[in-house]
């Protein structure tokens, strides 16, 4: 048996994975297990936890595969110092000797870390993201589109997949890149990059694409090849630590927009129209990418593609019959696809396909608990709780404390791989409630009141409930609500800079989870890929009518979403959620000893 070891870090959201014999096995970000929200520090908790679920020590495992070539990012970064025409001594003084002390030399370091001598190999990191997109898709072969912020020199790179390899067949170089290009506007919206470019996506159908017109006749040139250039001359992320500079805050009238102060039309304007040209790149690279493979399957990685907006756009335009996305697009899910590269492009391992269905087994990859291990760690807090086994009677208990209006905190079965909670660390609400947006968001998620929410929903279901063309398992794709379901409102009042009040505008018969533009970011479920949600939701529509859950991230914000039972409760006690669900174990926050919410923990994160 061939075990690798695939390992990201160093930059953002570290992450391990472990595949055997090309079979995805375990994988985990390093958030998870310490807390600190997109750690990037070596993954040692998520190795341990691979290895456990592998049942395999450092030793039995043949080769350990690195997500990156740092010796293609260090001579990026060197260049990029060299041709810039600005004194940037401070930069190289904090760049330089943090790169060294870490990527430089990451195979003895891997090894030292690990006190293991097997050989440890580096790819290259938009192989990484092609190879976890390609490899566990249901696609014998594919186009493949990869696009971020940055990875050694790539920003953007059409592959074609086809059995055991991954060819590369054109590449968009730094600094021309669209993630950062995004990134940009998101830091000149107020919030914070690597983590706010979804609020971004978020704001964005608030707004009107009005400065669409000035950012391409400014900012970004496209070809008819769907490439594209930036000009430099408006951005500061070559020469400072700023992504713009000041001639982009003298061309759209103003310094940036300080974090936690009121958004304004202008930011969902200027949000609207990035997210316009964002989706317009993205159909350009997905046009070339067809007449370079000819291919009617299209798959995507890279942070780019946790733009789910973008991706719903490109699934209605019908330029390719099938698409699949890596749920762990970002730098995390470069920790899978090293394996996955190494796995069978190295080592030669036949892929195992199956048609029907793809191999990241619902990016359920994470840490489950016993019984026992859930029953510790709540007897540890002297919390109240009902054990219930039966699964049926759980289910529906849990579905009547949603329709009676509660909200719910549920951890059930593996922890998910990759930034969504896809219902087995989520936040769960009835999603024909007006108020249940606004009440999560604000005494729950203690974050913006704009900001929407997921429906989860049965598969079978999804075509009565949604305009929806492809199956969407792991929440990556944006449609609109049918239009039988729709309600219909005046559209002066988005012209209020008031979110809450436009938030509270019911939109559908499920305004929980309707944007202001009758969209929604979809989850279908199934009964194979999590079988106690499944239940739930099925419960909840026997009881309502209604096949629909709000899903969100069991998480509050400055937080990474609960790996542990420890983590849940304590989440749980710090909020205004009024159930938690932990497997077995059903507990009432009015039961509960020291039950008012505590939010004075807030204070030591930074809100981003």
Same mark, same amino acid.
């Given at each position: 048996?061939?075990?690798?070891?695939?390992?990201?870090?160093?930059?953002?959201?570290?992450?391990?994975?472990?595949?055997?014999?090309?079979?995805?096995?375990?994988?985990?970000?390093?958030?998870?297990?310490?807390?600190?929200?997109?750690?990037?520090?070596?993954?040692?908790?998520?190795?341990?936890?691979?290895?456990?679920?592998?049942?395999?020590?450092?030793?039995?495992?043949?080769?350990?595969? +690195?997500?990156?070539?740092?010796?293609?990012?260090? =001579?990026?970064?060197?260049?990029?110092?060299?041709?810039?025409?600005?004194?940037?001594?401070?930069?190289?003084?904090?760049?330089?000797?943090?790169?060294?002390?870490?990527?430089?030399?990451?195979?003895?370091?891997?090894?030292?870390?690990?006190?293991?001598?097997?050989?440890?190999?580096?790819?290259?990191?938009?192989?990484?993201?092609?190879?976890?997109?390609?490899?566990?898709?249901?696609?014998?072969?594919?186009?493949?589109?990869? /696009?971020?912020?940055?990875?050694?020199?790539?920003?953007?790179?059409?592959?074609?997949?086809?059995?055991?390899?991954?060819?590369?067949?054109?590449?968009?170089?730094?600094?021309?890149?669209?993630?950062?290009?995004?990134?940009?506007?998101?830091?000149?919206?107020?919030?914070?990059?690597?983590?706010?470019?979804?609020?971004?996506?978020?704001?964005?159908?608030?707004?009107?694409?009005?400065?669409?017109?000035?950012?391409?006749?400014?900012?970004?040139?496209?070809?008819?090849?769907?490439?594209?250039?930036?000009?430099?001359?408006?951005?500061?992320?070559?020469?400072?630590?700023?992504?713009?500079?000041?001639?982009?805050?003298?061309?759209?009238?103003?310094?940036?927009?300080?974090?936690?102060?009121?958004?304004?039309?202008?930011?969902?304007?200027?949000?609207?129209?990035?997210?316009? /040209?964002?989706?317009?790149?993205?159909?350009?690279?997905?046009?070339?990418?067809?007449?370079?493979?000819?291919?009617?399957?299209?798959?995507?990685?890279?942070?780019?593609?946790?733009?789910?907006?973008?991706?719903?756009?490109?699934?209605?335009?019908?330029?390719?019959?099938?698409?699949?996305?890596?749920?762990?697009?970002?730098?995390?899910?470069?920790?899978?696809?090293?394996?996955?590269?190494?796995?069978?492009?190295?080592?030669?391992?036949?892929?195992?396909?199956?048609?029907?269905? !793809?191999?990241?087994?619902?990016?359920?990859?994470?840490?489950?608990?016993?019984?026992?291990?859930?029953?510790?760690?709540? =007897?540890?807090?002297?919390?109240?709780?009902? /054990?219930?086994? =039966?699964?049926?009677?759980?289910?529906?208990?849990?579905?009547?404390?949603?329709? !009676?209006?509660?909200?719910?905190?549920?951890?059930?079965?593996?922890?998910? +791989?990759?930034?969504?909670?896809?219902?087995?660390?989520?936040?769960?609400? !009835?999603?024909?409630?007006? !108020?249940?947006?606004?009440?999560?968001?604000?005494?729950?998620?203690?974050?913006?009141?704009?900001?929407?929410?997921?429906?989860?929903?049965?598969?079978?279901?999804?075509?009565?409930?949604?305009?929806?063309?492809?199956?969407?398992?792991?929440?990556?794709?944006?449609?609109?609500?049918?239009?039988?379901?729709?309600?219909?409102?005046?559209?002066?009042?988005?012209?209020?800079?008031?979110?809450?009040?436009?938030?509270?505008?019911?939109?559908?018969?499920?305004?929980?989870?309707?944007?202001? =533009?009758?969209?929604?970011?979809?989850?279908?479920?199934?009964?194979?890929?999590?079988?106690?949600?499944?239940?739930?939701?099925?419960? +909840?529509?026997?009881?309502?009518?209604?096949?629909?859950?709000?899903?969100?991230? +069991?998480?509050?914000?400055?937080?990474?979403?609960?790996?542990?039972?420890?983590?849940?409760?304590?989440?749980?006690?710090?909020?205004?959620?009024?159930?938690?669900?932990?497997?077995?174990?059903?507990?009432?926050?009015?039961?509960?000893?020291?039950?008012?919410?505590?939010?004075?923990?807030?204070?030591?994160?930074?809100?981003?």
């Amino acid at each position: 048996m061939i075990n690798l070891l695939g390992i990201s870090c160093f930059y953002h959201d570290s992450a391990a994975a472990i595949v055997q014999d090309g079979e995805i096995i375990a994988a985990a970000q390093e958030e998870r297990f310490t807390r600190i929200k997109h750690d990037s520090t070596f993954p040692r908790n998520s190795i341990n936890y691979c290895l456990e679920e592998a049942f395999l020590e450092p030793n039995e495992l043949n080769a350990i595969i +690195f997500y990156d070539n740092p010796i293609y990012s260090f =001579d990026r970064l060197i260049k990029t110092f060299i041709n810039s025409e600005k004194s940037i001594e401070d930069q190289w003084c904090k760049a330089i000797p943090r790169f060294l002390s870490s990527k430089f030399s990451i195979q003895s370091l891997i090894q030292d870390m690990l006190n293991i001598q097997i050989p440890v190999y580096v790819t290259r990191h938009h192989l990484s993201h092609a190879a976890s997109a390609f490899f566990p898709s249901p696609f014998e072969s594919a186009a493949i589109l990869t /696009v971020d912020g940055v990875g050694e020199w790539a920003t953007t790179s059409i592959s074609f997949g086809q059995d055991r390899e991954v060819e590369t067949l054109k590449e968009i170089n730094f600094p021309h890149s669209l993630g950062l290009l995004y990134s940009a506007f998101t830091y000149y919206c107020g919030f914070k990059v690597n983590s706010g470019e979804y609020k971004l996506m978020g704001l964005a159908p608030y707004g009107n694409p009005v400065y669409v017109d000035m950012i391409y006749e400014h900012l970004v040139a496209i070809k008819s090849d769907g490439s594209f250039r930036l000009n430099m001359d408006f951005f500061g992320y070559l020469d400072s630590d700023y992504m713009t500079n000041q001639k982009f805050h003298q061309l759209f009238g103003g310094l940036p927009r300080k974090p936690e102060t009121m958004i304004t039309k202008k930011e969902m304007d200027l949000a609207s129209s990035i997210q316009k /040209v964002t989706e317009d790149i993205i159909k350009g690279l997905a046009k070339h990418a067809k007449e370079l493979t000819g291919s009617d399957s299209l798959c995507l990685a890279g942070g780019v593609a946790l733009n789910c907006v973008s991706n719903g756009i490109l699934d209605n335009s019908k330029l390719f019959k099938n698409l699949w996305i890596q749920p762990a697009a970002g730098d995390a899910g470069g920790a899978l696809g090293a394996a996955l590269a190494a796995s069978h492009m190295l080592f030669k391992i036949p892929r195992k396909l199956n048609i029907n269905k !793809d191999s990241q087994k619902g990016s359920l990859l994470g840490p489950s608990y016993s019984t026992y291990e859930v029953r510790a760690a709540l =007897d540890q807090y002297g919390a109240i709780y009902d /054990v219930v086994d =039966d699964a049926k009677e759980r289910a529906f208990r849990i579905a009547n404390a949603i329709k !009676d209006g509660k909200i719910v905190g549920f951890m059930n079965g593996r922890m998910e +791989f990759g930034p969504r909670a896809l219902g087995s660390r989520s936040i769960l609400g !009835d999603p024909r409630r007006e !108020d249940t947006q606004a009440k999560m968001n604000l005494k729950i998620k203690y974050r913006e009141s704009f900001r929407p929410f997921a429906p989860s929903i049965l598969k079978s279901r999804a075509n009565e409930w949604f305009d929806l063309n492809n199956d969407s398992p792991y929440m990556l794709l944006v449609t609109t609500i049918s239009k039988d379901k729709r309600k219909s409102f005046n559209k002066k009042e988005l012209s209020n800079n008031n979110l809450l009040n436009i938030v509270n505008i019911p939109k559908s018969t499920i305004p929980a989870v309707t944007h202001v =533009d009758y969209s929604a970011r979809i989850q279908t479920i199934t009964i194979e890929n999590n079988s106690e949600y499944f239940n739930l939701i099925s419960a +909840f529509e026997s009881l309502t009518g209604c096949p629909v859950l709000v899903n969100t991230s +069991f998480n509050v914000r400055g937080e990474p979403i609960v790996c542990s039972p420890d983590d849940a409760y304590k989440c749980f006690m710090r909020t205004e959620m009024d159930l938690l669900v932990v497997e077995n174990c059903i507990m009432q926050k009015s039961h509960q000893p020291h039950n008012q919410p505590d939010d004075s923990w807030k204070d030591q994160y930074e809100l981003d």
